[in-house]
């Protein structure tokens, strides 16, 4: 089992930054592909960006790219994700999850390969 505690939520003007958190307990990253999803009022969930752990390959989604950043902390067992330029469209429940580092590379944006989730957290980008 593994769990997931996201954090670093919060309201933020168009343009401005934030960093989130997924610390992870109960067992160690290193088997794992560790991903963002969000999910806006009304609309499915959408992967953000994601790492396979042990190798640090990486796949963003293409609305994201040049504007967050994943990074991993391989002694804390927490993966951050540094997200600048924000825009009004970001905003959405972010969700850290947890799952298939064999299937990620083909598979990465599919949430079904992922066995565990965090309990999300909002980030609001308005001015």
């Known amino acids: 089992q593994v769990q997931l505690a996201e954090s670093g939520g919060g309201l933020v003007q168009p343009g401005g930054s934030l960093r989130l958190s997924c610390a992870g307990s109960?067992?160690?990253?290193?088997?794992?592909?560790i991903s963002w999803f969000r999910q806006a009022p009304g609309k499915e969930r959408e992967f953000v960006a994601g790492?396979?752990?042990?190798?640090?390959?990486?796949f963003y989604r293409d609305s994201v790219k040049g504007r967050f950043t994943l990074s991993k902390d391989n002694a804390k067992n927490t993966m951050y994700l540094q997200m600048n330029s924000l825009k009004l469209e970001d905003t959405a429940v972010y969700y850290c999850?947890?799952?298939?580092?064999?299937?990620?590379?083909?598979?990465?944006?599919?949430?079904?390969?992922?066995?565990?989730w965090g309990q999300g957290t909002q980030i609001t980008v308005s001015s």
């Open positions: 999850s947890a799952g298939s580092s064999l299937r990620f590379l083909t598979n990465y944006n599919d949430a079904r390969i992922y066995d565990y």
């Open positions: 109960g067992r160690t990253f290193s088997g794992y592909a």
């Open positions: 790492i396979k752990w042990i190798t640090g390959t990486t």
